[in-house]
């Protein structure tokens, strides 16, 4: 018997989270179903490592691509068929392709009465939280087809930008790069040969030219341990992050800093609002749907805290005034409800955040090339200054 945790909504609508053992997830989901529960995420208590690399191969084989067009290829074919029937038709259409399996298991899933879902969860590697939950979204409404439409366009949007900035990132890249070979060369082959000739004067070499040389032997002879500890330290430090509340909380804190990665936060979050508002879902439900389909555990606090307060009767407009949202977009969500046309607001402030994001994009390679070289120049002319240094007192030596 496998153990699997769930959660899920029962007729009052009310939130069910808790564990369960049965054979395999169709037994799980019978048995929850049975129960009255609507099962929004159902996965294994303890994660399968197997399973776990063979999803993220297959997210690597799939490409980045791959889930917009799987929903904008789904959000097609739902305007004539089942879902059901879609996945079927997909599957079939993606014969001894990576993405078969998937497509089968998906089909398969919702084939025995789950919920997509709680099928997708089983993906959640390779799909996303915040997909998921807005495909939940979608089911919920009554809207799965607009939900998959709009989420295409969304994944493209961020795949876009996860593009750009990996191409701004190329330049950079390439000139440490070459200056970390430059330096590797002359701590290993030219300054060994100061130390000779210096030793044979019976003189020592500068401080500066000592301290890279000694760094340099160092990393030669224990490299391998180098490489060990950063990446056991690299992996603890996500581990801690990803496990540790508080710490996620602050670094997620400190990413809303980047201006970047804000105009992107308040860019899906208008998008989502506004289509579950344009879904006849009330504000606070709605503000409540989007705080769960973020990543990122700060929005989630400012989202539940203006939930709260528009329960309350607190207008959206002064509530995201207070959390100290742009200006431009206060005004936009202030006039929108003033008017009664805060949908066409809301989507204002999407098409204003998206043409933020593209201005950040656009500047962002000369950024990052002025970055990188003035790093690289730091790079080499530390080694310069390493170098001249005992040639300049050789010449003083005759």
Same mark, same amino acid.
């Given at each position: 018997m496998k153990k699997f945790k769930y959660r899920g909504y029962d007729a009052a609508a009310v939130e069910q989270v808790g564990t369960l053992e049965a054979e395999n997830y169709s037994e799980a989901y019978a048995a929850l179903n049975y129960q009255g529960v609507t099962v929004v995420k159902l996965e294994p208590t303890g994660a399968n490592p197997a399973q776990v690399v063979e999803n993220f191969l297959l997210k690597l084989q799939l490409g980045g691509q791959w889930r917009s067009v799987f929903f904008r290829e789904l959000g097609v074919m739902l305007g004539v068929m089942t879902l059901h029937e879609s996945l079927r038709t997909l599957a079939g259409a993606n014969k001894n392709q990576p993405s078969e399996k998937i497509l089968t298991n998906l089909a398969a899933a919702v084939g025995e009465g789950q919920s997509f879902a709680a099928a $997708?969860? +089983?993906?959640? $590697?390779? *799909? @996303? @939280?915040d997909t998921i939950q807005s495909v939940e979204i979608g089911e919920a409404s009554g809207n799965l087809q607009d939900v998959t439409v709009s989420l295409a366009a969304q994944l493209e949007r961020n795949y876009s930008t996860e593009k750009k900035v990996r191409g701004a990132m190329y330049y950079p890249a390439f000139v440490l790069l070459a200056a970390c070979a430059a330096a590797v060369v002359l701590v290993n082959v030219t300054l060994p040969m100061f130390e000779s000739f210096f030793a044979q004067q019976g003189n020592d070499l500068p401080f500066v030219t000592l301290i890279l040389l +000694? @760094? @340099?032997? *160092?990393l030669a002879e224990h490299w391998l341990l180098i490489v060990t500890a950063t990446v056991l330290g690299i992996a603890t430090c996500a581990a801690v992050v990803r496990e540790v509340e508080g710490v996620r909380f602050f670094v997620d804190t400190l990413k809303l800093k980047t201006k970047l990665l804000r105009e992107v936060e308040l860019r899906n979050f208008f998008g989502r609002l506004s289509f579950l508002l344009e879904s006849g879902v009330t504000l606070d439900e709605a503000i409540r749907l989007c705080a769960a389909a973020s990543k990122n555990l700060r929005v989630r606090k400012i989202l539940s805290d203006i939930k709260f307060s528009v329960e309350r009767g607190a207008s959206l407009g002064a509530m995201v005034a207070k959390e100290k949202f742009p200006p431009l977009y206060v005004g936009l969500i202030v006039t929108g409800e003033a008017g009664g046309e805060l949908v066409g607001m809301l989507r204002q402030c999407e098409s204003m955040a998206d043409f933020e994001v593209e201005e950040i994009l656009?500047? $962002?390679?000369?950024k990052a090339e002025i970055f990188g070289t003035l790093l690289a120049g730091l790079i080499v002319a530390t080694l310069v200054f390493a170098v001249m240094l005992p040639i300049l007192d050789t010449t003083s030596l005759f």
């Open positions: $997708l969860s +089983r993906y959640e $590697l390779i *799909f @996303g @939280g +000694r @760094g @340099g032997k *160092f656009r500047t $962002l390679p000369a």
